[in-house]
């Protein structure tokens, strides 16, 4: 008789926890109409540039394309130009500049295949614009400041196509500025001296500075030359998981007093430190010895390569969770409050957690805020009010005579 009662006991709470879950998602989906939804960071351009990724079907593969965007809620996405660290001299620097403008070229192309269902953005008045047409916003951003090489020109050359940020490192040092990864250390201890000509052209122009992936130092250089507010586009709070690609509590206090925002990556190994996983890293060790140094494998080879790496990673590698990304969200609002937080997917680059493993997910992040007890007011600052606001404001600071 007591185990019927405590089966019937427990159905009853199950049953009650799935009806609240169902009705937070009825509520989730109604403020996703309501709010403007960005994701300030994909690495999709790198599938774009490798294959006939095409953003206005749905994919097989990948984690972002127009479709699983409108049915995850995510109204505007910062495709990112990545480009791999690679040789400092002028031959190499000519080479991934005309690379990373032809990937540039590939996703103009790519959104203009589709003039019902999106369209590129340089401005939020654009994305209001097109949500309010029913369509999705597509803007572009650089990842790794490499291909400027030591041209200064390079930075007006990007926005003039339409780039609205620009990540100064990626996970080695460049000439702007010193990684937070690299494993040589510091070169420039901080932002080089060409590094700040570079960080006033983008004031200059109203473009945003992207510090994640750059050093401590770096970060703090650069708050110390920018006149406008900065962003962190895909990185995380040191203080849940040691990371030096996270920010810690005092680097969120000095982005707050420059008024900038830090946008949640939702990479597992930035949101919480794995535990031990034996099984992952004898795999990986094995893909190490099969392809050593994949910078020097052909394009096809990096292909397969690159799609193997996936597989291994998505079978064998224990994800974090959208409840682990919202604990990340709690601390910077605790820290420096709701204005200064927003979500930087990283998607095709490592980032998805269990619950949110493609744009098709996005919902379920508003979900497990409004579980926590977020205001609409508050969900539409963290989808996109902030960031808009940042850019309004560095817009706002650009060159009259431009």
Wanted: glycine share 8%.
């Amino acid at each position: 008789m007591n185990r019927v009662i405590c089966f019937s006991f427990l159905v009853m709470i199950l049953t009650a926890c799935g009806e609240n879950q169902g009705r937070l998602a009825i509520k989730a989906d109604r403020i996703h109409e309501r709010i403007l939804a960005v994701d300030t960071h994909c690495d999709t351009p790198i599938n774009i540039a490798m294959s006939d990724y095409d953003l206005g079907v749905r994919n097989a593969e990948g984690c972002v394309d127009f479709p699983r965007m409108k049915e995850g809620g995510l109204d505007a996405e910062f495709f990112a130009v990545f480009s791999s660290q690679g040789p400092r001299n002028d031959s190499a620097f000519n080479a991934v500049y005309t690379y990373a403008m032809d990937v540039l070229g590939k996703i103009l192309a790519n959104v203009e295949k589709y003039p019902d269902m999106a369209g590129i953005a340089v401005s939020p008045d654009d994305a209001f614009r097109l949500k309010k047409e029913g369509k999705l916003a597509a803007f572009i951003g650089i990842e790794n400041a490499y291909p400027l090489g030591k041209d200064l020109s390079r930075v007006k050359a990007f926005y003039d196509r339409g780039a609205r940020y620009i990540t100064l490192s990626h996970t080695r040092n460049n000439d702007v500025c010193d990684s937070s990864t690299d494993p040589k250390g510091p070169e420039h201890n901080g932002l080089s001296e060409f590094g700040k000509l570079v960080v006033l052209e983008m004031n200059r122009l109203g473009m945003m500075v992207d510090v994640s992936h750059i050093s401590d130092n770096a970060f703090y250089d650069v708050l110390g030359v920018s006149t406008a507010p900065v962003i962190a586009s895909h990185s995380s709070c040191r203080a849940l998981c040691e990371s030096p690609r996270n920010l810690d509590d005092d680097m969120l206090l000095a982005l707050r007093n420059n008024g900038g925002v830090i946008q949640i990556c939702i990479l597992s190994d930035y949101l919480k430190i794995p535990d031990p996983n034996p099984v992952l890293d004898a795999r990986l060790r094995e893909f190490s010895e099969r392809y050593g140094d994949l910078s020097k494998l052909g394009e096809e080879e990096k292909k397969i390569a690159r799609a193997e790496y996936r597989e291994i990673r998505e079978r064998y590698k224990k994800l974090a969770t959208v409840k682990d990304v919202v604990d990340h969200i709690d601390h910077v609002v605790q820290v420096i409050g709701i204005d200064h937080v927003g979500i930087g997917t990283d998607f095709d680059g490592g980032g998805g957690v269990e619950g949110c493993k493609s744009v098709a997910e996005m919902k379920n992040i508003t979900v497990e805020l409004l579980h926590r007890g977020y205001s609409r007011e508050e969900i539409s600052k963290i989808w996109g009010g902030n960031i808009v606001r940042v850019m309004k404001e560095v817009e706002a600071k650009r060159d009259a005579s431009l």
